[in-house]
């Protein structure tokens, strides 16, 4: 197992190095030079030439790639060309504010999509299975923004029930230790402010857990129908064991692994591609820290905003290959 | 076996733990309703109790950096104007020059030397005195700066490299004075421009660059904390030298990026006054009887631009056509809601030089295709460049072009909407590339050269002039103006500049839009000003 982990980790390295380098070559790529955002558009040339100077845009393509290679391995990844401060002391508040709310989403989706796609499977072709189907078809059609907004309207404004964004109540702020909000309020004895975190997690949570949930829906329904024309699933049923039994002891536990598979890389897309509902909800995340850097052209953030994600979302992937064993004693690495 | 039970038990927990969360829910909401009512029913015999002065304002995006001298960006400059003071204040709702930590000042009859008396007895945050030397060492400071470092003042400040204030020096404790190079109209307006609030030597000797993270000024509030990309709480300033300000005893700046999410959390009472309303909500506003809708002084202009130097547009008859043919007035009444002015001159008319005697051209398709046929144009299809953002000058970039395509369809000149994104299109319409685009601008001080000259003179070809327009009289008659002191001449030169640029018909002027901004019935006293930089100390929640 160990020297399967190695082996794995050691293939991240080509993978991570391929990443770097694409995302290296396609921000060049875009048009919009750096250096003039930076300076804003009254900017003149030799301002410009200046920074560009500074900033090292004017060395040949490879040397500004291996100078950023070399930061890296150095556990340097720059300095942000809009806020002058380094990468690596100010990422760390938006990559807890996205994991937070990412982890939340996934509980959601994993709680929601699961049962209702055994459900589905159990009582194939009833009311709920139709209905269950055609929800997880919209579900996974739907504009996030518009069912954020659509949230906002109705469980805040009209309901009352709970915020329409941000992290906390900013009249009364949680002190930040781990920057996991719901950690943090916990090790600091306030359960008034984890409630109240938890109010915010719950609509951006639910919207960003949509999608999520439609495909782990569909994945289980299609699994668990398949595990259950088994025969052993028809043994235990025929031997008159309750439907609970056989669902979540015998039939799940096969059907897991294709949904264990689905989970995972739901899991790392969440990472990545919350920027649309960090937007709506206004939550300081690593997708709109990335996204905001790409308007303003800041190299060294995309990059190792990406670099990041990629990093995650592997990582999440080798986690679902080892729980693979675990669920399934067949399964073995060497 | 012990697998089954593993995965059983860790269903179990997860349905547990979905009831735990919706019962989070109605739990929190019981508190918080009982919270808020508790302090009414204690003093339900008393008067009402005065409500916390706090204030949460909510605005599309986070700073750049608190240290107002070295950012660009009026999200930044919102918080530091809050923070720092300049020697001179604008009024409360335009540009006029007025004391702020100066309380007198003169200038020499030959437009070179400014002395300011300053105020006596002021302290920054830090227990720093506020003094002429304080003063010399923020302007050497700056000077010291390149562009990159200092844009404002460089751009303000220095010509081809060249330090416009040749010399600063303190006369005593409360009398600085300032040496020019060359005399320099604006040089007032300048000088009360958020960028140069004076900041506390002694803070930013010691902290260098990171004197953005920990701002020192003399303002009404000093600086609490930064949550990047979500709230910085700034509160009041006890030793503020200013007897009965601040009202408020603490804001917090919230970013909100999307304008529909931000009115939502308005509404939802998360905010008590929003920036940045699009104008079809403003009906929705005035509606509800919680809510006031601000309007915030215009000055700004939207337009259309031509690139001069390619074609169809390096004809004058051509651009004239244009000017004709579009309909700004239904522009106006369709995207702006009626909420804005249109525009006939490069610049709004609170700007002082505005020309009001000139006509603008008048909707007339007719004139237009005569224009186009004694030009001789071929018909041939032109691109036309739609913002990509929303700006205050502009609501919805891609439904204004869709109109302008029909109106320019309707004499005869075909066109296909194109945009880009919003850096990707300042860069190649900066280069020139494209044919029509559609652009705008909010004025920095409220004087006529931050827009003619910046906008429409040739130096500023490959800057901020867009439509390379390039017209040597214009030229003269604005660098003639940049060092005329004497403000009647200034303005009649402008005046004959603008008679010159209607002629040579550059772009097409939109509209002057009115921003608006919203805020709860209760938020009294905030007065919004036109440079967008909004002085909170005067506010009060009742």
Redesign the interface.
């Known amino acids: 197992m160990l020297h399967y982990i190695g082996k794995r980790l050691l293939h991240l390295i080509p993978v991570l190095l391929g990443m770097t380098f694409i995302v290296f070559l396609i921000i060049r790529a875009i048009p919009g030079d750096p250096a003039q955002v930076i300076l804003g558009q009254q900017a003149t040339a030799e301002a410009i030439a200046a920074l560009r100077d500074k900033l090292g845009l004017n060395n040949p393509w490879y040397v500004q790639y291996f100078d950023y290679l070399k930061g890296i391995l150095t556990g340097d990844l720059g300095d942000s060309l809009r806020t002058r401060q380094p990468i690596i002391s100010e990422v760390w508040p938006y990559l807890a504010a996205t994991f937070e709310l990412a982890i939340f989403a996934m509980i959601i989706a994993v709680i929601i999509g699961m049962n209702a796609g055994i459900i589905s499977a159990w009582f194939q072709n009833s009311w709920f299975d139709y209905i269950a189907m055609i929800v997880a078809l919209i579900g996974v059609s739907m504009p996030i923004f518009w069912l954020g907004l659509m949230e906002q309207w109705i469980f805040s404004i009209n309901l009352g029930w709970l915020p329409t964004s941000g992290r906390e109540e900013v009249r009364d702020p949680v002190a930040a230790i781990t920057h996991l909000y719901l950690i943090d309020t916990l090790l600091q004895g306030r359960f008034d402010q984890f409630l109240i975190v938890v109010k915010h997690l719950i609509l951006p949570g639910l919207a960003l857990a949509t999608i999520p949930t439609a495909i782990i829906a569909r994945m289980t329904r299609a699994s668990m129908l398949e595990v259950m024309r088994s025969d052993y699933v028809r043994t235990a049923r025929a031997k008159g064991q309750k439907m609970l039994i056989v669902i979540y002891k015998h039939a799940l536990k096969n059907a897991f692994i294709p949904v264990l598979t689905i989970i995972g890389l739901q899991t790392g897309l969440l990472l990545g591609g919350a920027i649309l509902t960090e937007t709506i909800f206004s939550w300081p995340g690593i997708g709109r820290y990335i996204y905001e850097a790409i308007g303003y052209r800041d190299y060294p953030v995309i990059q190792s905003g990406i670099l990041i994600v990629a990093f995650l979302f592997v990582m999440i992937n080798l986690i679902v290959d080892l729980l693979y064993t675990v669920i399934d004693s067949r399964i073995k690495y060497n | 076996m012990k697998?089954?039970k593993f995965?059983?038990f860790g269903?179990f927990l997860?349905?547990a733990?979905?009831m735990v969360?919706a019962a989070?829910?109605s739990?929190?909401?019981k508190?918080e309703t009982s919270t808020t009512t508790a302090p009414t029913s204690e003093t339900t015999t008393e008067e009402k109790a005065a409500p916390?002065q706090?204030l949460?304002f909510g605005r599309g995006?986070?700073s750049?950096?608190l240290d107002p001298a070295i950012v660009?960006d009026g999200e930044s400059f919102k918080v530091t104007q809050n923070l720092f003071e300049t020697l001179l204040n604008f009024g409360e709702q335009d540009t006029t020059i007025n004391p702020g930590l100066a309380k007198d000042w003169e200038v020499s009859e030959d437009g070179l030397t400014y002395t300011f008396y300053l105020e006596e007895g002021i302290q920054f945050h830090d227990g720093t005195d506020f003094n002429a030397e304080a003063v010399v060492k923020n302007i050497n400071r700056w000077k010291a700066g390149?562009?990159?470092d200092f844009?404002y003042f460089?751009?303000m400040f220095k010509a081809e490299?060249a330090d416009v204030i040749t010399d600063v020096v303190a006369d005593g404790d409360h009398k600085v004075i300032f040496t020019l190079s060359r005399p320099q109209a604006p040089f007032l307006k300048n000088i009360a421009m958020s960028p140069f609030g004076i900041a506390s030597p002694t803070a930013f000797e010691a902290a260098g660059?990171k004197f953005?993270d920990n701002p020192v000024g003399t303002g009404p509030f000093k600086f609490v904390?930064w949550?990047?990309?979500?709230?910085i709480?700034i509160e009041k300033f006890d030793g503020y030298w200013q007897a009965g300000l601040p009202k408020l005893d603490k804001v917090?700046f919230?970013?909100?990026?999307?304008n529909?999410?931000r009115l939502?959390?308005l509404?939802?009472n998360?905010i008590d006054l929003a920036d940045g309303i699009n104008p079809s909500d403003g009906a929705t506003i005035e509606g509800n009887s919680a809510l006031q809708l601000i309007e915030r002084p215009s000055m700004n202009i939207g337009y259309l631009g031509l690139t001069n130097t390619r074609p169809p547009f390096d004809n004058v008859l051509v651009r004239q056509a244009v000017n004709y043919a579009i309909d700004q007035q239904a522009i106006v009444d369709a995207f702006f809601e009626g909420r804005a002015q249109v525009a006939k001159n490069p610049m709004p008319p609170s700007i002082s030089g505005y020309n009001d005697d000139i006509e603008g051209y008048a909707y007339d398709p007719e004139k237009a295709k005569a224009l186009l046929a004694e030009a001789g144009y071929d018909g041939k299809e032109i691109e036309l460049w739609a913002m990509p953002v929303p700006r205050p000058y502009m609501p919805d970039g891609a439904k204004v072009a869709e109109v302008i395509q029909k109106n320019l369809a309707d004499v005869g000149i075909p066109s296909e909407i194109v945009t880009f994104?919003?850096?990707?299109y300042?860069?190649?319409a900066?280069n020139g590339e494209a044919d029509a685009f559609m652009l705008g601008w909010t004025g920095d001080n409220g004087d006529a050269d931050n827009f003619i000259y910046?906008l429409l003179d040739k130096d500023n070809i490959?800057?901020?002039n867009y439509a390379y327009y390039s017209n040597d009289e214009v030229h003269d008659l604005l660098i003639a103006a940049q060092s005329e002191v004497d403000e009647n001449k200034r303005i009649d030169l402008y005046k004959q500049a603008q008679v010159i640029i209607h002629e040579d018909a550059p772009w097409v002027p939109l509209a002057h839009s009115t921003p608006l901004l919203a805020a709860k019935a209760g938020v009294k006293g905030f007065l919004p000003h036109p440079t967008g930089s909004d002085k909170l100390d005067n506010v009060s929640i009742e």
């Not at chain 2, 949550?227 to 709230?231: G, L, V």
């Not at chain 2, 919230?254 to 999307?258: A, E, F, L, M």
């Not at chain 2, 994104?421 to 990707?424: D, I, N, P, Y």
């Open positions: 697998n089954k995965w059983s269903l997860l349905l733990l979905s969360l989070c829910g739990d929190t909401e508190e916390p706090v949460v995006g986070d750049v950096s660009t390149t562009e990159e844009y460089n751009s490299g660059d953005g904390d949550k990047r990309n979500d709230s709480t917090i919230r970013s909100i990026p999307d529909s999410a939502n959390a509404t939802a998360e994104e919003w850096a990707t300042l860069e190649k900066k910046t490959g800057s901020n």
